[in-house]
């Protein structure tokens, strides 16, 4: 997770994701707009694992579900369409819920995850 005036905004950070390979790391994806925690799910799409993750303003966050597509993950997490609450998610959490944004520039209050 990205943090910083220049990778945060008031409905989220960006998350990058890479991949290794033999001379390093490449990236694969750069997510605008994401909360903590990120969830690495235990369902599969073009052989990546779906991520979910929170979005959107911290009083109304929601839960968003990021499946790569072939070519990426999706670019901006907040124009997703919000999980219903009740869905319980498998999977491990990579990044646990932290407070990345200046507090005059977000309220103290996160999403909510199940």
């Known amino acids: 997770m990205l ?3 220049d990778w945060c905004a008031k409905t989220g950070c960006t998350l990058a994701i890479f991949t290794s390979g033999k ?3 490449r990236p694969v994806a750069t ?11 235990n369902e599969r799409n ?3 694992s779906d991520l979910v993750v929170n979005t959107g303003l911290p009083s109304r966050g929601q839960r968003v579900r990021l499946r790569f ?3 990426g993950y999706p670019g901006n997490a907040v124009t997703l ?6 869905i319980e998610i498998a999977g491990e959490v990579l990044l646990e819920r932290v407070e990345m944004m ?3 520039m977000v309220s103290n209050t996160q999403p909510a995850v199940n």
């Not at 997510?31 to 799910?41: G, H, L």
């Not at 369409?81 to 009740?86: C, G, I, K, L, N």
């Open 46 to 48: 073009n052989g990546w």
């Open 102 to 104: 200046p507090q005059e």
């Open 23 to 25: 001379t390093g790391y």
């Open 31 to 41: 997510i605008r707009r994401v909360w903590s925690p990120v969830v690495v799910t």
């Open 3 to 5: 943090e910083g005036e």
């Open 69 to 71: 597509g072939g070519n």
């Open 81 to 86: 369409t919000p999980m219903p609450a009740d």
